[in-house]
């Protein structure tokens, strides 16, 4: 199957969850939709997926009606088959149809022998593709390294991959399989998760020439639909209700009996009530993070009012506040009312208070891009006006917008190792600031400095680096600098291990009679070196 000027895919997305006894009597969730790629220049493609359909949700037998017939994004293609840079266009982070993202990346492979990382929400997975015949690659799964789960919480996990392929095209089938079992309360919460992608002729979609459908923040207006319960429907009558939904939400961190238990807040209790619940010492710190949570899950125009008195009372304690914070920032939907608030503790007398308002702005921007500029300009002023902007600039990080990148690039020519820090956190990601990254890294002396620049750049897949760059890195690592830096630098250099050749693999093997570098960097390089 040749390329033509239109590469369509159908594709269907199958999920099951529910504890591992009774995975089998759960009924899966089914998505199909199509897939559609237009290439604009050698490495450039616009993208689409269309015939989007509601999606059902086991968790609350629910329909979500989606709000999109046709969802526009942008995606890069390497000549080797790599996919990178899938761009949403601002669709919002928790939209059902953020899993468009999931499909497209897996429709990426390399070649055999190749390892790569890839920087999921969930973590970084770390795999080798294989060449298992002329047309079909396949990857194995190395390592994983879980970023909002502890490892010790995760009892198996499992993949397969392949796609079928003529040469580097693209390919012309996908099938990905992963099951993943975690403790949960003492049990087993089993996910599995299935992803069937085949190529087909389409004739070539009209919507092409709709260039509103690739503009900037294109997708940002698309609102996060709400599942409206079929069935289930928990309701909480009276003061006993509220206590059993407390010590429920203490096993179990159910969202529907925290928004069931919200919604009895608001109807039945003043905000003062709520706010003597929140200051009564003999309750369980837990109980007061679950009314907090409560109200967040309720999701109504009051309960965003109340978390912002909360946060605001100086009565009630700095970690009950800085919780109404953070549920503020993590609030479905939310509104101008919950930027006034943030904005406001800003300037709160509590250090730490003003310091999560703030990062707590920079989530709403993230999760609700239509106040994007409007947050990005509070940030940006605070940026100016601060006389230590590490703040500030950890806040313009959670927007995770290029476009203010100009305002952050100077910061990283700071006197301060944590501002130079943070400013690398942000330009690190951006592969149009690669090589000043890299000369950065080949001249600084702070390790904290040198964690952020590498880490960022491997997290955020802004690797592999030009070949010219590893005989300085290599030459700083043998350097008469401090040991500190050599163990930093090598860490980052192993990270490199997918581009290496005989002189890297001859340089490591030196490196591990080296005198200078501990025993736990000697033993990373035995480990990258295996098998090379």
Same mark, same amino acid.
């Given at each position: ?436 990254? %890299?000369?950065? /890294?080949? !001249? ?8 952020? *620049?590498?880490?960022? $750049? +491997? #997290? @955020? ?8 760059? %590893?005989?300085? /890195?290599? !030459? ?8 500190? *830096?050599?163990?930093? $630098? +090598? #860490? @980052? ?40």
């Amino acid at each position: 199957m040749t390329e033509t000027n239109q590469i369509t895919y159908e594709n269907t997305f199958t999920m099951r969850m529910g504890l591992s006894e009774n995975l089998n009597n759960v009924q899966s969730n089914v998505v199909s939709f199509r897939l559609a790629f237009k290439r604009i220049n050698d490495v450039s493609y616009l993208g689409i997926a269309y015939d989007l359909k509601p999606i059902y949700t086991n968790s609350e037998s629910a329909v979500i009606e989606t709000d999109i017939e046709q969802l526009g994004f942008t995606v890069s293609r390497n000549i080797n088959g790599k996919i990178t840079d899938i761009d949403l266009l601002g669709l919002p982070q928790n939209h059902p149809y953020g899993m468009v993202k999931h499909v497209v990346s897996q429709l990426s492979f390399l070649p055999a022998g190749t390892e790569m990382r890839y920087s999921l929400e969930d973590g970084i997975y770390h795999y080798e593709y294989t060449r298992e015949s002329p047309s079909r690659t396949s990857r194995r799964l190395i390592e994983i390294d879980h970023q909002n789960i502890p490892e010790d919480l995760i009892n198996r996990h499992n993949e397969s991959w392949y796609v079928k392929h003529e040469g580097t095209e693209w390919p012309k089938e996908m099938l990905f399989n992963m099951q993943r079992e975690v403790q949960f309360q003492g049990r087993l919460l089993a996910v599995e998760q299935n992803i069937e992608s085949k190529r087909v002729i389409s004739p070539e979609l009209a919507l092409w020439s709709q260039e509103t459908l690739f503009a900037q923040n294109a997708n940002a207006g698309f609102t996060v639909p709400m599942a409206v319960p079929e069935e289930e429907n928990i309701q909480i009558a009276n003061v006993v209700d509220f206590q059993n939904a407390l010590m429920l939400l203490d096993a179990n961190l159910d969202p529907a009996v925290a928004k069931a238990m919200g919604l009895f807040m608001l109807e039945e209790q003043t905000p003062d009530e709520i706010m003597s619940f929140l200051m009564d010492d003999a309750l369980p710190t837990e109980h007061h993070a679950h009314i907090i949570y409560a109200l967040q899950k309720a999701g109504t125009p009051l309960a965003e009012e109340y978390l912002g008195e909360i946060a605001s009372n100086a009565d009630i304690s700095t970690l009950n506040r800085t919780r109404a914070i953070v549920s503020s920032g993590l609030f479905d939907g939310a509104s101008q009312t919950s930027i006034d608030s943030l904005y406001n503790l800003m300037s709160d007398n509590e250090q730490s208070i003003a310091n999560a308002a703030s990062l707590n702005l920079g989530t709403i921007a993230k999760r609700t891009p239509k106040f994007d500029q409007q947050i990005g300009g509070i940030l940006l002023n605070k940026l100016k006006s601060d006389s230590d902007p590490y703040m500030a600039l950890l806040s313009i990080s959670n927007i995770n917008n290029p476009a203010y990148d100009k305002y952050v690039i100077p910061y990283a020519k700071d006197s301060r190792f944590h501002v130079r820090a943070a400013a690398y956190s942000i330009i690190a990601r951006r592969n149009n600031q690669q090589n000043n990254v %890299l000369t950065a /890294l080949l !001249s600084e002396r702070h390790p904290k400095v040198i964690d952020s *620049i590498a880490n960022t $750049l +491997v #997290k @955020f897949q802004n690797v592999p680096v030009p070949s010219t760059f %590893l005989p300085h /890195l290599r !030459s700083r690592i043998t350097g008469d600098g401090p040991p500190v *830096i050599s163990s930093r $630098l +090598v #860490k @980052f250099y192993l990270a490199l291990k997918v581009q290496f050749n005989q002189t890297d693999i001859q340089f490591l093997r030196g490196l591990i009679s080296s005198k200078t570098l501990s025993e736990s960097d000697r033993s990373d390089i035995s480990k990258a070196l295996f098998g090379l």
